[in-house]
């Protein structure tokens, strides 16, 4: 029972262009999500969150959208470096609970 | 001066014996977590704890059982290790101030089972 789903398995976009990373969940008692960033033979590193009182997040070169009416979340990066090549992970958590609940994560490559 | 650190990194061992994953935290997080990332790359919450107090207990065999002698530590002991115990277990720790947040994450440990 896939409640946060990364459709995407991999994405590879050339440098320079942006990234839109993609995320789908099914349980709307989800109020925070968030978005991990792992490399290999490390733990997953936070990125960026968000509200479900926002639909909009943004730091630095990476924006985060929130469309609860569709249950669907997206992260932007632009411009893409090669630096940003690595797994990214959607997470969501329910309200007042402290499980954060991951999908299967989206390989991103970043082409010279 | 790692904030969240697990040991050992790598753990190779045979069926049936037990085994154990250390977790420490230097970031005065009162909160901390065991992930398991299966073979199918999901990131599957295990055991959270709370001020050493176990506040999420999913469905895990009871050969798992986590031991936190202080705030700091989050210790995973497996029992009876079987094949299917093979995966990437990550340690994680957050501020807990009635909700979710964003969680720090250990550098992994990678259990074979053989």
Not at chain 1, 45 to 59: C, M, R
Request: glycine content about 6%; charged content about 20%.
């Amino acid at each position: 029972d896939q409640q946060v789903k990364q459709n995407s398995p991999s994405l590879s976009v050339q440098e320079g262009r942006i990234s839109i990373l993609n995320c789908d969940y099914t349980n709307s008692m989800f109020d925070y999500f968030l978005w991990y960033k792992k490399y290999p033979a490390e733990g997953p590193t936070f990125l960026i969150s968000i509200s479900s009182i926002k639909d909009k997040n943004e730091d630095g070169r990476f924006t985060v959208f929130l469309n609860k009416s569709a249950k669907h979340l997206s992260l932007h990066i632009v411009p893409s470096q090669p630096g940003d090549s690595a797994v990214y992970f959607c997470a969501a958590s329910p309200n007042r609970d402290d499980k954060i609940i991951f999908g299967k994560g989206t390989r991103l490559h970043i082409l010279p | 001066d790692t904030a969240v650190s697990q040991t050992p990194k790598y753990l190779v061992t045979q069926m049936g014996n037990d085994k154990s994953i250390k977790c420490e935290q230097n970031l005065g997080h009162d909160t901390m977590y065991w992930y398991k990332q299966d073979s199918k790359k999901f990131l599957k919450i295990m055991f959270s704890y709370n001020n050493k107090e176990l506040i999420i207990n999913e469905t895990v065999p009871n050969r798992f059982s986590p031991k936190s002698p202080d705030k700091a530590h989050l210790n995973l002991h497996i029992n009876s290790l079987e094949l299917g115990d093979s995966a990437v277990y990550f340690c994680a720790s957050s501020r807990s101030e009635g909700r979710s947040t964003e969680a720090f994450f250990g550098q992994g440990t990678r259990l074979t089972v053989v």
